[in-house]
């Protein structure tokens, strides 16, 4: 079965940078819509950013527009998650997701797949 595998979370001083990477075994990601998650123990899991099927109209969570950006490397068969300007509020264990739903801009995790182990991203001076 396919699964993501996603990576580069460390710990980073507010007001950092990270770059998350999301790649999959046994499955494309192009032309699919993928998203990006976070959760915290204790909450649900919420939508941060996802990018559409040909790469168009990215959406962005609130707490995050503007200072995240989510691309894709078709080549690699890797999305990426670039977060700027970084606060403590930040800090989740980031999943991404493939939805099954083509063209679909909600982003609610029920309506994606195939999470992976997710990555932690720590952000604490």
């Known amino acids: 079965q396919a699964q993501f595998v996603e990576s580069g979370g460390d710990l980073v001083q507010p007001g950092g940078s990270l770059r998350l990477s999301c790649t999959a075994s046994?499955?494309?990601?192009?032309?699919?819509?993928i998203g990006w998650f976070r959760q915290v123990p204790g909450k649900e899991r919420e939508g941060v950013a996802r990018?559409?099927?040909?790469?168009?109209?990215?959406i962005y969570a609130d707490s995050v527009r503007g200072r995240f950006t989510i691309t894709r490397d078709s080549g690699k068969n890797t999305v990426y998650l670039q977060m700027n300007n970084l606060t403590p509020e930040d800090t989740a264990v980031y999943y991404c997701?493939?939805?099954?739903?083509?063209?679909?801009?909600?982003?609610?995790?029920?309506?994606?797949?195939?999470w992976g182990q997710g990555t932690q991203v720590t952000v604490s001076s």
């Open positions: 990018i559409g099927e040909s790469d168009e109209r990215t």
């Open positions: 997701g493939l939805s099954p739903y083509p063209g679909i801009t909600l982003l609610r995790p029920n309506f994606y797949l195939y």
């Open positions: 046994g499955l494309p990601l192009r032309d699919r819509v």
